[in-house]
């Protein structure tokens, strides 16, 4: 063997380098068309509109040649998202699913971004005296997908099919009626005789699972296997909403198109989209779908993690925004049991905590400031209050609250987070573990997904426990109601884990639930939280936000209150 | 009739594997701490809806009984329910596994050429610059982690020099064909779709070659190990000896033989590449097997990844046996 050698083993490093300094070359200036297709080439131009004369668009042109590829071009919306989840309003959990099924679905009500309550199927609705009878009007006019029209024999169908289906989760429904619940007056009117009082009705309706979908189309579908076409409405549609489902391929796109025969809408609620197409398009890498949105092959990317808005801030054409959420983050404790029955040491744990830092080095800025447990934008608005912000960063008072606590050597206690539930927990456990060392409290943190992490939870005396708490429905209820209200759900079966239980507090809550005075029911959660705060239950440390990057093109672009994205207000220039 | 008593024991060691996998997946999923239906029906749900949960699920039902219950509806070729696509699982393979079945032959054709071709070229010019070069893109397609890889492959050829798609199986627009074997290529040439069919092969281009410098890499250490070997028996000196060439001598004389093992490396691989490249599949948004799985893992979606390892028990102790009673036919010792 004589061949000269090379050094070989520098051969890997090398071509390593060369792909790095090849992919080092500086963010992606001048998006060119994509080679692969039609639609690609078209979404990457109008993505740079200016340049779009100047480039020349090889696939693009060889089938629809256009030189304004603004005007008559369908304009479709492309959505990158993590997962695809289902398009079945009965069954489906969780908010991603919940957004797919707004775009089609609609219920009697719906809600506008500040939280109120709209006509949507039904026009108008009156209760009874006692909250136990409800009357419907129905909006006329309206047909389903299918093209069969919507009406009272349609709400009942559906309505009576909720108490039929298994799996189905959010609402009351099934606790308030039977099968003898809906009749139908009319063509147009719908009456609802329920079993108990249930002033909130008209607020529970905005739960998906109450979304009207085709009686004629469920049943066409309906096998003998699957008599309420259950797996067939896990990716097919018809319901009366403004777009209408054209392709449903898990994990791999969902496509929608304009409904041009949707009724218009109510002011403020859903409307005629804007745009021609939406596509969700599912990237599950974070990375990858950075890449895709600054080739201009994305519109918008859903949820960014807080790693990326530096670089994507400074991207060029690209846009950042957060909106505010009904979210808390929040640290929790068992208050019934030692060592945080002790009120002097959860006070210690929350002067301990420097929350602007936390919100910083966590959350990048996509945080707001939280006393209290009620966040912004409920319905019944607790408003901010100073007076519930009672313990400011201040560590000298935390180790002397702790040095007249039982436990003035210190203590050392569980540290357990959900990575899954929030990005920037993996950072805040780590900050929440140096701050609480300062003044001297020893806590060993914990990574554990959140169904370990609740049913630790449920145990008791499980030390601290880095939580966050959604609105499934942007109401006081889903706050103080669970939060302060430890009975509402057997510990088994319950994520709150403070083990408060003031009866009286617990009984205030109730009545809140039940009560229909607004000033009555903010007057009840304001006092709840009060004492919360004094005797320090929770330590909330944010309000969480909702995170988009975008194309600058892109206008219009609101997430609701209501945790859903406004895509029939979205314009794309 | 010795071979017959060895196909029969292997067969029924098969019939005590499967259920062992079973069992253990089974148990781990449910005694993680924990309650499905905590998850399945968020913070808020009512106790009505958590018990109809639980009884729609079996989850009401000691731990044994849900066990047996599951193996007779296995047994019956239903693999139970997924919360997260509201689908059956059954289902939910047909939809996922021709995606996987298409990126793993695409990797398997794409490198099983190269790393033969290199394999046996390194093992005759053993410990030149050659044999250096293809041990080091073993070394490199072995200890490469795909998450950075296929990443830097997206950055470089699909970001910086937009020669190729890095996401999914089609451009977002592109039609998708009509399904006779699931497979985008396959389906869009069958159609005449020739449209789809570049788009399909393009987007196929990066997963693949990342998948198949991982996958390849054993194949080819294993060609260049048994090819040297065989380089060094008695009948190829024998036929250098009576005046074959070169090239008969290696590629006929000593590949032949040596090929065997790498037969099996490659029929393994295969079965390895069938089991969903999670990583890989989950870079380049790839809704495979491996995509599916690690969805449902993330989503504590426990009857697909039951199901899941069960049928890749099934696939890789299948692949295993039939390996095993290939040699026993090839070689009598066995």
Redesign the interface.
């Known amino acids: 063997?004589h061949?000269?050698?090379?050094r070989?083993?520098a051969?890997?490093g090398l071509?390593v380098c060369l792909?790095?300094i090849?992919?080092a070359?500086g963010p992606?200036t001048t998006?060119?068309p994509?080679?692969?297709?039609?639609?690609?080439t078209?979404?990457a131009t109008e993505a740079v509109n200016t340049e779009v004369a100047l480039t020349e668009a090889p696939a693009a042109t060889a089938e629809t040649p256009t030189e304004d590829p603004g005007a008559g071009e369908p304009v479709?919306l492309?959505i990158a998202r993590t997962?695809s989840?289902?398009i079945?309003p009965v069954?489906?959990?969780?908010i991603e699913g919940a957004q797919n099924i707004d775009l089609v679905y609609e219920s009697l009500v719906q809600m506008d971004g500040e939280g109120n309550i709209l006509p949507s199927l039904a026009t108008a609705w009156e209760p009874s005296e006692d909250f136990q009878t409800w009357t419907f009007h129905l909006r006329e006019g309206v047909n389903f997908h299918d093209g069969t029209p919507f009406n009272a024999e349609a709400v009942k169908y559906n309505y009576e099919r909720l108490l039929r289906v298994?799996?189905?989760?959010?609402g009351?429904w099934?606790?308030y009626a039977d099968e003898n619940t809906v009749e139908v007056v009319d063509d147009y009117t719908v009456i609802f005789h329920l079993t108990a009082p249930f002033p909130t009705l008209p607020m529970d309706m905005l739960y998906i699972r109450y979304s009207i979908v085709s009686p004629t189309w469920l049943q066409a579908n309906a096998t003998t296997a699957d008599p309420e076409a259950?797996?067939f409405?896990?990716?097919n549609a018809s319901g009366t909403g403004p777009f209408r489902l054209v392709?449903f391929?898990?994990?791999?796109?969902t496509?929608f198109e304009r409904n041009p025969d949707y009724w218009g809408g109510e002011p403020g609620g859903k409307a005629t989209p804007q745009v021609d197409q939406v596509?969700f398009?599912?990237?599950?890498?974070p990375?990858?779908a950075r890449?895709?949105l600054?080739?201009g092959r994305v519109d918008i990317v859903e949820g960014p993690p807080p790693l990326q808005f530096e670089g994507l801030r400074n991207t060029p054409g690209i846009a950042l925004i957060g909106f505010k959420v009904p979210r808390i983050a929040y640290l929790t404790m068992d208050v019934s049991q030692p060592p945080f029955d002790d009120v002097k040491l959860r006070q210690a744990v929350a002067h301990a905590i420097n929350y602007d830092e936390l919100m910083q080095a966590g959350e990048l800025g996509f945080a707001f400031p939280q006393c209290g447990m009620v966040p912004e934008g409920l319905t019944v608005i607790v408003p901010p209050d100073p007076s519930l912000c009672l313990y400011p960063y201040d560590p000298d008072m935390a180790r002397q609250l702790l040095s007249e606590s039982a436990y003035p050597n210190g203590v050392t206690i569980d540290l357990t987070y959900a990575p899954?539930r929030n990005a920037g927990f993996e950072i805040e456990a780590q900050l929440l573990q140096s701050y609480l060392s300062e003044v001297g409290i020893t806590a060993n943190v914990q990574a554990l997904?959140?169904?370990?992490?609740?049913?630790?939870m449920a145990e008791g005396a499980y030390g601290l426990s880095l939580f966050v708490?959604?609105a499934?429905i942007p109401d006081a209820d889903?706050f103080p109601g669970?939060l302060y209200d430890q009975g509402r759900?057997?510990t088994?079966?319950?994520?709150?884990g403070s083990f408060w239980n003031d009866e009286a507090v617990m009984q205030a809550m109730r009545d809140a639930r039940g009560s229909t005075d607004p000033a009555e029911r903010q007057a009840l959660y304001e006092a709840a939280n009060l004492q919360a705060m004094q005797e320090a239950i929770y330590i909330p440390l944010f309000q969480g936000s909702k995170v988009f990057a975008y194309q600058d093109n892109i206008e219009g672009l609101n997430y609701t209150v209501f945790r859903r994205l406004n895509i029939w207000d979205i314009v794309k220039n | 009739m010795k071979r017959l008593t060895f196909v029969l024991r292997r067969l029924l060691l098969l019939a005590f594997v499967l259920p062992a996998v079973s069992l253990i997946t089974f148990t781990i999923s449910r005694v993680i701490p924990g309650d499905p239906v905590a998850l399945m029906a968020g913070p808020t749900a009512n106790p009505t809806t958590r018990a109809q949960l639980r009884e729609a699920w079996g989850l009401d039902q000691p731990l044994a009984v849900q066990y047996l219950i599951y193996m007779q509806r296995v047994a019956q070729g239903d693999l139970g329910q997924s919360f997260r696509s509201g689908r059956s699982v059954t289902t939910d393979f047909i939809t996922y596994i021709p995606a996987t079945v298409e990126l793993a032959t695409a990797a398997l054709l794409l490198g099983t050429p190269f790393a033969v071709l290199g394999g046996v070229t390194a093992a005759v010019r053993r410990d030149t610059a050659w044999d250096y070069l293809v041990r080091t893109v073993i070394g490199l397609g072995i200890s490469l982690p795909v998450f950075w890889f296929g990443v830097l492959l997206i950055i470089v050829f699909s970001a910086q020099l937009e020669w190729l798609p890095a996401l999914g199986r089609l451009t977002v627009d592109t039609p998708i064909p009509p399904t006779i074997t699931g497979l985008y290529t396959v389906d869009a040439l069958l159609t005449g779709n020739f449209n789809t069919l570049r788009d399909a092969l393009l987007h196929l281009v990066l997963p693949a070659f990342s998948l198949a410098i991982t996958v390849v890499a054993p194949i080819g250490r294993i060609t260049r190990t048994s090819m040297i070997s065989a380089l060094q028996q008695d009948y190829v000196r024998t036929a250098y000896a009576k005046g074959a060439p070169p090239r008969r001598a290696v590629y006929v004389h000593a590949l032949r033989n040596a090929l065997l093992p790498v037969i099996t490396s490659i029929g393994l691989a295969y079965g390895l590449l069938l089991g969903g490249a999670v990583v890989t599949e989950t870079v380049f948004s790839w809704p495979g097997l491996g995509f599916y799985v690690a969805n449902s893992i993330l989503s504590l979606d426990f009857q697909p990844v039951i199901s899941f390892t069960l049928l890749s028990a099934l696939v890789y102790v299948g692949i295993n046996t039939l390996v095993d009673i290939f040699y026993s036919v090839l070689d009598p010792r066995v």
């Open positions: 063997m061949t000269p050698r090379l070989p083993q051969l890997p071509l792909m790095l090849l992919a070359c992606t998006p060119t994509a080679p692969t297709s039609a639609l690609a078209a979404a479709t492309i997962a989840r289902t079945n069954g489906e959990s969780n298994p799996g189905q989760s959010g009351a099934t606790s259950m797996e409405s896990a990716t392709e391929v898990p994990d791999q796109r496509v596509i398009q599912i990237i599950r890498d990375e990858a890449v895709e600054e080739a899954d997904d959140v169904v370990a992490q609740v049913a630790k708490w959604n499934g889903d669970w759900l057997p088994n079966e319950s994520w709150v």
